[in-house]
């Protein structure tokens, strides 16, 4: 029941966040109509989603971790995503590429904190996580100029790839 209440309480305020200032009755940002559109849109995915979302730990409810997730979008991850457009935009020019599929051990231990460090190679340019060794939560990710000196260890450091997001990740899901 708690996983339920939590779950629908967040995709409430989620949908309160998406959809401000389309209306004007309720304190001039909401209709009534969205409201309760809203309201029974998130207990029909706080339902469905309960599980899920929550799992057994609470420990992404804590409002610290929030803004270490704000920071990290703000500051690593923004500058990691500049730095790598240039990148792209460089070998895009010049035909210096060479892609590959590597493999890295993150050394996270919780499915969140793998998740979101696939989500973040991912939204890099120049990378994709292509797959998951589940047993060692090992990620293989495509790499638009795999590097020599990288590959002399296997698996791949994390600092080659994805820089210091490991770190960050650590410290916000786990």
């Known amino acids: 029941m708690k996983a339920f209440i939590v779950t629908t309480i967040v995709c409430m305020i989620i949908y309160l966040i998406l959809t401000t200032g389309s209306g004007t009755e309720v304190l001039g940002l909401w209709s009534f109509i969205e409201l ?35 920071g990290y979008l703000i500051g ?16 895009v020019i010049t035909g210096k590429i060479n892609p590959g599929i590597v493999r890295i051990h993150p050394d996270l231990k919780t499915d969140l904190g793998v998740t979101m460090l696939a989500n973040s190679i991912t939204l890099t340019p120049g990378t994709l996580s292509v797959d998951i060794d589940e047993d060692t939560n090992d990620l293989y990710v495509h790499w638009i100029n795999v590097d020599k ?19 960050w990740i650590r410290r916000i899901a786990e």
């Open 36 to 70: 309760a559109f809203g309201l029974l849109l998130s207990v029909l995915i706080g339902f469905i989603a309960r599980s899920v979302f929550v799992k057994d730990s609470y420990r992404m409810l804590n409002p610290i971790r929030w803004f270490l997730f704000l």
């Open 76 to 91: 690593p991850f923004f500058l990691a995503i500049t730095k790598a457009n240039l990148d792209v935009a460089y070998r």
């Open 149 to 167: 000196k990288a590959l002399e260890r296997k698996p791949v450091e994390c600092k080659y790839i994805c820089g210091n997001f490991p770190k």
